[in-house]
């Protein structure tokens, strides 16, 4: 029997049963009487198998009750089971939605705008090409490599919902087969755009990261998800997606190197997502690749941090100002209310 709000499905196996009794049958002199076993009679009381049409004429035979009368009994049972249990999976649907953003999903364009509860999860179903929301928490659904500021369950599923339109948006990005090898030898081409503009490198940083195989797309922040990038396989290439959440100059490109950084370590596509150690990795080589170590420890050394040498600093190494100063905010060289006027705050299109 399968129950939910408004339906009720019974077996063709209950009126069975109260034929028997009425009868005074036992269910092993039945299982003879049909020439079955007693295991599949038990299982067709039960509802656990269904009752065929040669079942029908059997009992037909066997109890006098035309065979019409139990393939319909079958036919009702079977509708049944479908709504009820299409009803409990939209009232479970129902729930997991409330977890999502969809208010700044809408609000965004991703999803349109929805009033009753029943017809938000179809507009969630369809935005996210599943059959219940459920499925979201399937590790096939979400081999997501990440740069978040915190992780909770509210920022998990808004996550999800962001790296889902990222994916919607890649959709419409060309891309060259993955080519891991040209990604790596580009890096220094990439650092050198640190100093343009962003109408001056979006362009250039999408079409050099296409021809690798990675669809670059920009999305605006979700409240709560504390999300700063995120990078996943999708078919024949792979999304990076960048949050336009606090885009400081050094938070965008270390964001964007932390993300090629897992493409680049085998990060991307694993099936438990990144860990720690993962994470840790991809900081270390997105820092690297902006400030070489060995550079930065240099500069260290010479403890003179005005801001006459941290643009000279920069220069010598072909950077933004910005990325000297966030780094050197990070490491503990300066305080963080110290030299932000170096920081260029970033306008890019989403």
Same mark, same amino acid.
């Given at each position: 029997? &399968?129950?939910?709000? %408004? ?33 599949? @009679? ?6 656990? &198998? ?35 249990? +299409? ?18 999903? &809408? ?11 029943? #017809? ?13 929301? $459920? @499925?979201?928490?399937?590790?096939? !659904? ?8 915190? !992780?909770?369950? =509210?920022?998990?599923?808004?996550? @999800? ?45 999408? =079409? ?5 195989? !990675? ?9 709560? %998800?504390? /999300?700063?990038?995120? $990078? ?32 680049? /370590? ?15 990795? +991809? ?6 690749? /902006? ?6 420890? +240099? ?24 990325? &000297? ?21 970033? #306008?890019?299109?989403?």
């Amino acid at each position: 029997m &399968v129950r939910s709000r %408004s339906y009720i499905a019974t077996p063709p196996g209950a009126t069975i049963r109260e034929q028997l009794n009425d009868r005074g049958l036992t269910q092993k002199e039945f299982a003879v009487r049909m020439d079955m076993s007693e295991k599949h @009679i038990s299982k067709l009381i039960n509802g656990d &198998v269904q009752l065929t049409p040669e079942t029908a004429v059997r009992l037909e035979m066997v109890l006098g009750v035309p065979a019409k009368f139990w393939n319909n009994l079958e036919a009702i049972y079977r509708e049944k089971i479908v709504k009820a249990e +299409a009803e409990n999976a939209m009232d479970a649907d129902i729930e997991l939605a409330k977890q999502l953003p969809f208010r700044e999903m &809408v609000k965004f364009g991703w999803v349109p705008e929805a009033k009753e509860d029943t #017809e938000k999860v179809t507009t969630l179903r369809k935005f996210f090409g599943v059959v219940g929301l $459920s @499925i979201l928490g399937n590790e096939q !659904i979400t081999r997501i490599a990440c740069r978040r500021l915190a !992780i909770t369950e =509210k920022s998990d599923m808004a996550l @999800i919902a962001w790296a889902q339109e990222a994916k919607n948006e890649a959709r419409d990005i060309r891309t060259a087969p993955i080519n891991m090898k040209e990604l790596i030898s580009i890096m220094p081409e990439l650092r050198k755009m640190t100093v343009l503009e962003p109408k001056e490198f979006c362009p250039q940083l999408k =079409k050099c990261l296409a021809d690798c195989g !990675i669809a670059l797309v920009f999305l605006p922040h979700l409240r709560g %998800s504390f /999300l700063q990038g995120a $990078s996943f396989p999708d078919g024949n290439k792979i999304v990076v997606g960048l949050t336009a959440r606090g885009k400081d100059a050094d938070k965008f490109w270390f964001s964007l190197f932390h993300e090629l950084a897992h493409i680049v /370590l085998g990060h991307v596509g694993q099936p438990h997502g990144t860990s720690e150690e993962d994470e840790k990795a +991809a900081d270390k080589w997105a820092g690297d690749i /902006l400030i070489p170590h060995e550079d930065l420890e +240099a500069f260290k050394r010479n403890k003179e941090y005005s801001e006459r040498s941290v643009l000279q600093f920069a220069k010598v190494q072909g950077i933004a100002p910005g990325i &000297v100063v966030g780094r050197m905010q990070l490491e503990g060289m300066i305080q963080y209310s110290a030299l932000n006027h170096l920081k260029e705050q970033y #306008e890019i299109a989403v």
